[in-house]
């Protein structure tokens, strides 16, 4: 569900989202 919310607030807040709860 905060994937979706990420994705459409901003692609660049994705990565920064991404990254974060799938690792370092």
């Known amino acids: 569900m905060?994937?979706?919310v990420v994705i459409e607030n901003d692609?660049?807040?994705l990565?920064?989202?991404c990254r974060e709860p799938l690792g370092p």
């Open 11 to 13: 692609m660049h807040v």
């Open 15 to 17: 990565r920064f989202y």
């Open 2 to 4: 905060m994937f979706q």
